[in-house]
């Protein structure tokens, strides 16, 4: 949102007022915060203090490298519900510390530190670390204030606010250079600057503006990273209404949000998620390939084996095998029952294929929706466990399910009847849930259960209530750590209840492009755990597009073959194509890659939820912090710490890759290549870029594994491979139980490398290496 016509002119449909000064600086008797008094003009005499609005401005440390940032125009606006749910694993002690001097004063927060310049009539406020060493972003002049629409001509038109929007807006200083990354699953530019974006849950799509998961939090690449504390719409216009500035603005009385020092990037992000919750564990079965029966196709109990013992007999392991919205009746979403028709022994089918090991899990889509023809709307209905109208009546409309009404999981009682519908999926055998939708939930005309709660904010923060109570549901089914959703909406807290993927992309390179800026985003703001819709979810993928996802696919975290309407088993892409670079072959070839990179993937996974780092894809810049190239970034990534994958997203197979600096070693070819460089390489539709990075010590499956889940730990499943090893090289090694297992090192002797730690089988992986 804009408020301004250029740098001189206001915009015409708003009247701005700003912080013009800092009148005086309170100190609260803790030491650890600051309150602000700034009028909206200069104060030059006493009669200026008359008529004239003043802004209150709060600065907290919170955490160490943490400190919040409230502005408030009237202080007795109601602060409804719902909020974000902050520290969730307890809030840390912070070391706070006030000083003034003849310049100004300062609050510092551990290694972070807020300064406000003590100069007359003078508007100034400087964050930077601790130590002075490193500026980061400010506050100056005319950046704080508030706008009321249409504008008011006189103060005694604000008694009767009913005909007017309040807005508060910060702008923070973007220095040259500077980019702005992250805030959530979006698909257009990976840098942000330049953009206007609207942080609001919407149903659009990969090749929009739009995007399911807004998340209210961005990164600099100058070390720092912001957080804003608001569940509702929240507009930024970056670099995009005053070129210099990052704006903020929401509507309301109040603005919050937290500036968060690093100073890399991964140490933004810890703090982040320290502040709005760590990913939650996922268990290793899930990083294997699961199989959709796609959303529209015609599918049965005949197919769904079909499906299964094609997969088998092309040598393709299904770990999870997943019925899309059909398993259903239609118009009969979300009535949580299997149709009869097409699935007359449901529990007994799933038996089945698990003791087959046809698939070893089974996951079924599901919403929060009800449409209107099924038995469940009318006793969620007479309960009261649907969203209301003002009126009393439920919120209903036809869009996605015929008269569809929305559960309100503000009532705990709907809460309690919405897992006893799953609890009927877990009890025929349904260890997963894709948690579909949450995003276009009403905001105006709404009544909810819970009567305080503000359902502007609702809209985004009902992504979070939804997966939340699927999370746990499994979780009290199957344990802590063995909980796994597919969910599409999330904001800001999300991350801690995994997965989520990318929604619905078209089946084109473009779309492959915009999918990996959007994953790429989200693991900026603390996801760990992304999928993709492998083959791309609209249209028809050509063969090449094809594979060329499923080698994209198989190297994120987890990994799905899903689409509309069409299926996406291998032989029907191709027509059952035999050789190395047939759509079986090249499936094969990736998911028995996964398989063998098990023991490095799970356990970067659970050194990634220490920290909130995303685990794939991981964008270059948290590698590489200090390579400016590495911001820029968008076509490639880092799975895990140790290995650079770029997908090819070019018909002919030419795809350019950046290292760098080091030495990166082909994991197919053993060439080592030293970076900085750009490198142009031609892939046959068997392969892409595959780099492993200097000092690395990769723990592999042996040749051959085709499991997910095996004991990797045991010298007789595993191989041992350095890559330009060095003094400092290790690698903290997981089973699969999720239990730290043990560290491995390396040390040289006799011009030889050795790993201690555990029994190793080590290979040798280049020409010029000794082992």
């Known amino acids: 949102m804009k408020f301004r016509d250029g740098m001189w002119l206001v915009a015409e449909d708003k009247r701005v007022e700003y912080a013009e000064e800092v009148y005086s ?11 602000l008094l700034c009028p909206t003009m200069k104060i030059n005499s006493r009669g200026d203090t008359l008529n004239r609005p003043t802004l209150s401005i709060e600065l907290e440390a919170v955490a160490d490298g943490i400190i919040s940032v409230q502005s408030t125009h009237w202080h007795g606006a109601l602060d409804r519900p719902p909020h974000f749910d902050l520290f969730p694993d307890g809030k840390p002690v912070v070391t706070a510390s006030i000083d003034k001097t003849s310049t100004g004063t300062t609050l510092t927060s551990g290694s972070l530190a807020a300064s406000v310049s003590s100069q007359e009539h003078v508007f100034d406020i400087r964050f930077h670390s601790a130590d002075g060493k490193n500026k980061l972003t400010s506050l100056q002049n005319r950046s704080v204030g508030f706008a009321y629409s249409p504008p008011t001509a006189s103060p005694m038109q604000t008694a009767d606010m009913r005909d007017y929007k309040h807005y508060m807006l910060t702008q923070t200083t973007l220095s040259p250079g500077e980019g702005v990354y992250g805030l959530g699953e979006r698909f257009g530019a990976f840098n942000k600057v330049g953009q206007s974006v609207a942080l609001w849950n919407a149903d659009g799509g990969t090749s929009s503006e739009q995007a399911y998961k807004n998340v209210s939090f961005w990164l600099s690449n100058r070390g720092y990273g912001i957080f804003i504390d608001h569940p509702e719409r929240v507009e930024l216009e970056i670099g995009s209404e005053r070129s210099c500035r990052v704006q903020t603005s929401v509507e309301g009385q109040k603005l919050k949000w937290y500036i968060i020092y690093g100073p890399t990037p991964k140490e933004v992000i810890s703090r982040y998620t320290m502040l709005t919750g760590k990913p939650n564990k996922v268990p290793a079965w899930s990083f294997g390939l699961w199989l959709s029966t796609s959303f529209t196709t015609e599918y049965d109990e005949k197919t769904v084996s079909s499906f299964l013992e094609g997969m088998r007999e092309r040598e393709i392991p299904v770990q999870v095998f997943h019925y899309d919205c059909f398993w ?31 698939t070893h899990k089974v996951c079924v889509w599901i919403n929060s929706y009800l449409g209107q023809a099924s038995p469940v709307f009318e006793e969620a209905k007479e309960k009261g466990y649907l969203l209301k109208r003002k009126d009393g009546s439920v919120s209903q409309w036809d869009l996605w399910q015929a008269g569809m009404g929305i559960v309100d999981f503000t009532n705990p009682a709907a ?45 985004n923060y009902y992504a979070f209530i939804y997966n939340r109570l699927v999370f746990e549901a499994l979780q009290e089914q199957y344990g802590k750590d063995e909980a796994v959703l597919f969910a599409r909406a999330a904001c800001a807290g999300t991350q801690r209840f995994p997965l989520q993927w990318g929604g619905d992309c078209e089946s084109t390179f473009e779309a492959m492009a915009e999918s990996l800026r959007g994953g790429l985003s989200l693991g900026l703001c603390g996801f760990s755990f992304w999928s993709v819709d492998i083959g791309g979810f609209e249209g028809y993928p050509d ?20 689409g509309s309407n069409s299926y996406r088993v291998p032989w029907l892409i191709d027509g059952d194509e035999k050789g190395p670079y047939s759509a079986s072959a090249v499936l094969a070839k990736f998911t028995q890659l996964k398989c063998r990179l098990m023991p490095y993937l799970f356990s970067e996974a659970m050194e990634s939820i220490k920290h909130g780092w995303p685990v794939s894809v991981r964008a270059m810049s948290l590698e590489f912090p200090n390579d400016r190239t590495a911001w820029t970034c968008d076509m490639q990534f880092m799975l895990g710490s140790s290995i650079l994958v770029a997908p090819v997203f070019d018909d002919s197979g030419s795809v350019e890759v950046y290292l760098p600096e080091g030495k990166w070693t082909n994991f197919w070819t053993d060439e080592v290549v030293h970076g ?7 892939h046959d539709l068997d392969s892409l870029p595959l780099y492993i990075r200097e000092g690395t010590i990769l723990v592999l499956g042996r040749e051959g594994e085709k499991r997910t889940v095996y004991d990797w730990t045991d010298p007789e499943n595993h ?18 139980d999720g239990k730290y297992a043990a560290s491995l090192s390396t040390s040289e002797q006799l011009g030889t490398w050795k790993v201690e730690g555990t029994e190793v089988r080590v290979r040798r992986t280049s020409k010029d290496q000794n082992y």
């Open 415 to 459: 809460c309690q009847w919405f897992k006893s519908c799953l609890q009927k999926l877990f009890d025929t055998g349904v260890d997963a849930i894709k948690t579909d939708f949450g995003e276009r939930i009403p905001s105006k005309d709404v009544q909810w259960f819970d009567s305080s709660v503000d359902p502007a904010r609702m809209h």
């Open 25 to 35: 600086v309170t100190e609260d008797r803790d030491g650890k915060k600051l309150k």
């Open 543 to 562: 063969p090449k597009i094809y594979k060329r996802w499923v080698q994209f696919g198989l190297l994120c975290s987890q990994s799905r073959l899903h």
């Open 328 to 358: 259903m009746r239609g118009f009969h979403w979300c009535d949580f029952e299997f149709m009869s028709s097409h699935f007359p022994d449901p529990k007994g089918q799933i038996t089945r294929l698990k003791e087959s090991g046809l």
């Open 719 to 736: 191989v041992v491979q350095l890559y330009q090893p060095n003094s400092s090289s290790s690698f903290a090694l997981y089973g699969a």
């Open 676 to 682: 900085p460089r750009w490198i142009t390489e031609m």
